[in-house]
């Protein structure tokens, strides 16, 4: 089956810190992979993403590479902000299943002191 | 452009009751999928409606349902509510032409807390 896996947290991180929140998954197929973010009090956000294949994504300063040799798909960003903090979730969207639903891992906070 | 609303934002109910949620998809968008989000956990699918029909579902009893309307606004429903049904429950829009890209379009969500 699909299934994503996350992780733990929370993590917490000085401002121009490096980070690393690391993503394993697992398909059945051939997955798109995607970080969405989750600020307080908003709703969940699309970060980036990566259809296939040792693309990768990025925005905001945060990268990911699909990396299908170890079907992973971690978060990295060179240097945190307080902005940054949130909470963050991999997901994986199978093309062989609905159209468009998402497989979420369970998240990860990450908290950036100033 | 409109972006996905929810509604109410939160709500108690007690255990046995029945409660309905509403979405506003975003604007342009015909697909509607509905998420659950248990504390600590990450979104699990509910079901998702395209074009006014059930397009999928996860695994959730039959006691959770849903309708699209025309417009593409949607509905969830859950019958005899339970404790472990409290929850975020979101809902999200996209576009069905752009097959499996899973860029959805997430509101802020209703949070539902039964007693």
């Known amino acids: ?114 | 452009e409109t972006g996905v609303t929810q509604s109410p934002t939160h709500l108690i109910k007690t255990r046995g009751q029945q409660v309905t949620l509403r979405c506003s998809s975003q604007s342009g968008h015909n697909t509607v999928s509905w998420y659950q989000q248990a504390l600590g956990q990450g979104p699990q699918f509910i079901f998702q409606y395209y074009r006014e029909e059930e397009n999928g579902r996860g695994n959730f009893p039959p006691r959770f349902s849903g309708l699209q309307f025309p417009n593409y606004s949607s509905e969830l429903n859950v019958n005899a509510l339970e404790l472990d049904d409290s929850a975020l429950y979101l809902c999200a829009s996209s576009w069905g032409g752009t097959v499996n890209t899973g860029e959805l379009f997430f509101g802020e969500g209703s949070r539902l807390t039964v007693l």
């Open chain 1, 1 to 114: 089956g699909n299934s994503v896996t996350q992780m733990e947290g929370p993590v917490t991180l000085s401002e121009e810190a490096f980070l690393t929140i690391n993503c394993t998954y697992t398909a059945t197929g051939y997955p798109s992979l995607f970080w969405y973010v989750q600020y307080p009090g908003e709703g969940l956000q699309l970060l980036l993403k990566a259809t296939k294949a040792d693309d990768k994504g990025s925005n905001k300063g945060f990268e990911a590479t699909y990396r299908k040799e170890t079907t992973s798909f971690h978060l990295e960003k060179g240097s945190v902000q307080v902005s940054d903090s949130a909470v963050y979730f991999c997901a994986l969207s199978d093309r062989g299943s609905t159209l468009g639903r998402l497989y979420f891992g369970r998240g990860t906070q990450l908290t950036v002191w100033p």
